[in-house]
DNA sequence: TCACAATTCTGCACCCACTGCAAACTTGCA
DNA sequence: TGCAAGTTTGCAGTGGGTGCAGAATTGTGA
């Protein structure tokens, strides 16, 4: 009838979501290993057992993987325009991926990523599920450069832009350069486009 | 007096490596999460107590991230030829460092690599230690480079190269390719300096 | 409107990872 | 031999995480 989910459904979204926003706020403002998941769950008005009714562990009511980004960014490469290569699709998919993201909850992104570069345990889980996107986005790009999704190309070609966008999030969440996340991740597909070619030169 | 260590130094060597050995091959057979830390230190004749004196936890016992190899790369990509562009310069770091690493424990690491492919957790310890080593790399590469360690490019030219490094001792360990680790690496390092090209051009 | 089925929440009991502390023990050295 | 330093261990406790069964809540059909 509202919004076509069920009274139920909405309130299993709102409850994730007080949850994993009193994790991230929690851990901003006392520090991730100083928050236990009584404070997060009371936080959120459940009940310490029902936080594990949403979440696997503490770190995921952190780093929330999302479930449908793997299928999403998939479609997102394989609907760029025919005429790109492998490589230009997915900067393009990534481009528009991080659009559509920042335009949501950019700032619950920025304070996620302050949290996450100081706990070496969190920012494992990033690198972790951020492994397990690449394994589906490999498949996407093999079928976009007409290989095998067990060849080399496809499997480097992604885990390299992983590498460039860990780069660029570490980067634009450092706050040292106040340039746009989208900017610093173009620069950094670029330059590994460009073979790592020095300032003075190809890489050598 | 023996090998420039006393009693007490050789002890706990092999303590450690005791307690390594056990979790490997205890997890290699039952499986990560049906292995205790009571089972390992038992295997290794010691108290679970004396694990923890050893390891900071159970994922540790396994991806024992080397407190060493950090310095020693770093040595190594300085001390290469002068001649040696940052790219080709770290290449041969790691070529150097992986025939050395083979050549002393090569068996365990293949064993290693079994049960951490099947661990999101051990995978995602692989990834933070190798994150770690990537951030005192990027000193060594910049240094060479003439460039500061923040700048993209040092912080961008490890990061990729950890990837390609990920990459190639996955394929290495998946035992479809029977070819050798340095070979994969090798391939893997010389797409990358290539700008990722595909096999009928370059990437775009 | 009401009652029943399905789902969700919660308390309880439990296992295991991990830590601090202090006592027992082992080693190195005078 | 005996002492100082380092290592191992047991113990007690905290917190993360899970299975289970009953209570509470919601969706649905009569």
Redesign the pocket.
Known sequence: MNGEL???DR??RQ?RLALSRAAVTLAHEHGYDH????DISAAAG?????F??YF????DAIVAPDPEAAARMRRRVLDQPAELGPGAALKAALGDEIAEGLADEGEMWLLRMRVVQQHPVLLAKVFASGEQAERELADAVAERAGQSATDLYPKLLVAAAGAACRVAFARWSDQEDGRPLEILLGEALDLLYAGLATPTGPCT
Not at 35 to 38: D, G, H, K, L
Not at 56 to 59: C, N
């Open positions: 069920g009274l139920r309130k299993k409850t928050v236990t998941v009584e459940v009940s310490p057992r029902t594990f009714n696997a562990g503490k770190e």
